[in-house]
């Protein structure tokens, strides 16, 4: 037991001796370093808290973009729908006022051509009068005349038709 006794003393006495020169040379070296890196944990924790936070702005802002330029697109479109909208509503009208046009020529012309056909058939039926009053006077009037002459001028009329 002397022996272990002595080796424990011994161990005890080389611990004191390697913990006072360790506290006496390193100690100060060590808590120093330990401090530095404490300190430079808690300054790369800062940065990440900052970094996060600027991320944060940043996504912010990229959403804010994002829903102005959504935003100015959806008024884009709205203004180009109103635009084709005020185009189509435009050919109508054109179209609408050209149909009109063509109408209105085909009414004129129809006009025309009725006018056209009444002199015609007044230059007809004038003609046919003018026939018949010259057969008539070229002959005696008879009752079997007259209507064999009114017969003929019927005939006539409906020959021009």
Same mark, same amino acid.
């Given at each position: 037991?002397?022996?272990?006794?002595?080796?424990?003393?011994?161990?005890?006495?080389?611990?004191?001796?390697?913990?006072?020169?360790?506290?006496?040379?390193?100690?100060?070296?060590?808590?120093?370093?330990?401090?530095?890196?404490?300190?430079?944990?808690?300054?790369?924790?800062?940065?990440?808290?900052?970094?996060?936070?600027?991320?944060?702005?940043?996504?912010?802002?990229?959403?804010?973009?994002?829903?102005? +330029?959504?935003? @100015? =697109?959806?008024?884009? #479109? *709205?203004?180009? &729908?109103?635009?084709? $909208?005020?185009?189509?509503? !435009?050919?109508?009208?054109?179209?609408?006022?050209?149909?009109?046009? +063509?109408?209105? @020529? =085909?009414?004129?012309? #129809? *006009?025309?051509? &009725?006018?056209?056909? $009444?002199?015609?058939?007044? !230059?007809?039926?004038?003609?046919?009068?003018?026939?018949?009053?010259?057969?008539?006077?070229?002959?005696?009037?008879?009752?079997?005349?007259?209507?064999?002459?009114?017969?003929?001028?019927?005939?006539?009329?409906?020959?021009?038709?």
């Amino acid at each position: 037991m002397n022996a272990n006794i002595s080796e424990i003393i011994a161990q005890l006495i080389t611990f004191l001796i390697l913990f006072f020169l360790l506290r006496a040379f390193a100690w100060k070296k060590i808590l120093k370093l330990l401090d530095e890196r404490r300190e430079k944990i808690s300054s790369e924790l800062d940065k990440i808290e900052e970094s996060k936070v600027e991320i944060e702005k940043m996504k912010f802002d990229y959403e804010e973009k994002l829903k102005a +330029i959504e935003d @100015a =697109a959806s008024v884009k #479109i *709205q203004e180009a &729908i109103a635009e084709g $909208k005020n185009i189509t509503q !435009e050919l109508k009208q054109q179209a609408h006022k050209e149909a009109e046009k +063509i109408l209105q @020529a =085909a009414k004129t012309d #129809i *006009q025309n051509e &009725i006018i056209r056909s $009444k002199e015609e058939l007044k !230059e007809e039926v004038a003609d046919i009068v003018i026939q018949a009053t010259e057969r008539l006077m070229e002959e005696k009037i008879t009752e079997e005349k007259d209507k064999k002459l009114v017969r003929y001028f019927v005939e006539g009329i409906e020959k021009t038709k």
